[in-house]
């Protein structure tokens, strides 16, 4: 089986890194696996860092023409079915297979996501078969399906290899955003601040996104904690800085949500989140994080000063999460990419 892995975004999130964690598993599973990705863009560059030969197409913002160049790739390439996130991205790959004339399309939606079903997403689930991939069960229980979306089952995120945590050189804490969440940075560093007169020692990354960041570094010196601040978008640094972290809080939403958790409880590291459903499927309070029934500054605050001073406290929610980085396997996550093809393959 060929399959291809479409990328129409220029930046790395939550649902770029779905794919490529899918596609790694695939690969060694035997698949093929080709990674589409708009050319000179952050997502193409670390696709290649992840082992990939990513192949770039110049991604205009014109669904036919982009369709245009998706459809020389699907013709050297062969590809039995095309992942996609979106109705966009859905309406380029149907448009794109159905010019060459084999080929199917699995559309993934994420973690909590609204099925969205627009003029987009229905006129290309005419002119190529299309399955909808959901992340949970629960989420596929709740999604209504059109009548030409074939339900291609269930694919969860898995976490990645169990990780030695890092020592920290002092109380660290990793806040992860994304481009949807960063107005809940100010009320995160509101409690930091509040926070850092007990413990000197206190460094803060701010990982996600990077883009207003000059008035994000007037913010955090506003509230005197500029010198312990530290900011980063990259993949690689925020796997470092969450396994080096004491506690690791998470802002962002969705797969960006789903991943830095699983990260997080990989690197045996606890996880402090708002009590949403999302973050229920992950943290289960008191045993790997906690889960702030309160957002004011001040709950939050007294939550990671216990943290950070109490050794008992810590080592219990550590423990808890390295146990639960193994129920979320990888071969899993494989299992239900390679069960979305199949679907929509033989439908």
């Not at 312990?228 to 797969?255: F, K």
Request: aromatic content about 6%; proline content about 4%; charged content about 20%.
């Amino acid at each position: 089986m060929r399959v291809c892995f479409l990328f129409l975004d220029v930046v790395w999130d939550g649902h770029a890194r779905a794919f490529v964690e899918a596609g790694r598993e695939m690969r060694a599973r035997g698949v093929e696996v080709v990674m589409v990705c708009p050319a000179r863009s952050q997502v193409s560059r670390i696709v290649r860092d992840a082992g990939f030969d990513a192949v770039e197409i110049a991604v205009r913002g014109r669904w036919l023409t982009d369709a245009w160049r998706l459809r020389g790739v699907l013709k050297q390439t062969l590809s039995d079915v095309v992942f996609v996130h979106g109705e966009r991205a859905q309406l380029v790959a149907s448009v794109a297979i159905r010019s060459v004339g084999r080929g199917a399309v699995v559309r993934r939606n994420p973690p909590r996501a609204h099925l969205s079903d627009g003029r987009a997403a229905r006129f290309g689930a005419r002119l190529a078969r299309t399955g909808m991939l959901f992340a949970s069960e629960e989420d596929r229980r709740t999604a209504q399906l059109s009548l030409r979306l074939i339900d291609a089952g269930v694919a969860v995120s898995a976490a990645p290899d169990v990780m030695s945590p890092r020592v920290p050189t002092g109380a660290v804490v990793t806040c992860v955003f994304d481009r949807d969440t960063r107005g809940a940075l100010l009320p995160a560093l509101r409690a930091l601040a509040l926070v850092a007169p007990r413990h000197p020692e206190l460094r803060i990354v701010l990982t996600g996104p990077t883009g207003d960041d000059d008035a994000l570094r007037i913010q955090v010196a506003a509230l005197g904690i500029g010198s312990a601040v530290s900011l980063t978008d990259e993949p690689a640094e925020r796997a470092i800085a969450v396994s080096g972290a004491r506690v690791v809080w998470i802002l962002a939403d969705g797969d960006d949500f789903g991943f830095a958790a699983l990260d997080a409880f990989a690197a045996g590291v606890p996880v402090l989140a708002s009590r949403t459903p999302l973050a229920a499927r992950y943290v289960t309070d008191g045993v790997n994080g906690i889960a702030l029934t309160a957002t004011e500054p001040a709950n939050a605050a007294s939550t990671i000063a216990r943290l950070l001073a109490d050794d008992s406290v810590h080592s219990q929610l550590a423990t808890g999460a390295r146990a639960t980085a193994a129920h979320w396997p990888r071969a899993a996550m494989a299992e239900g990419y390679e069960r979305a093809a199949a679907a929509v393959r033989n439908s």
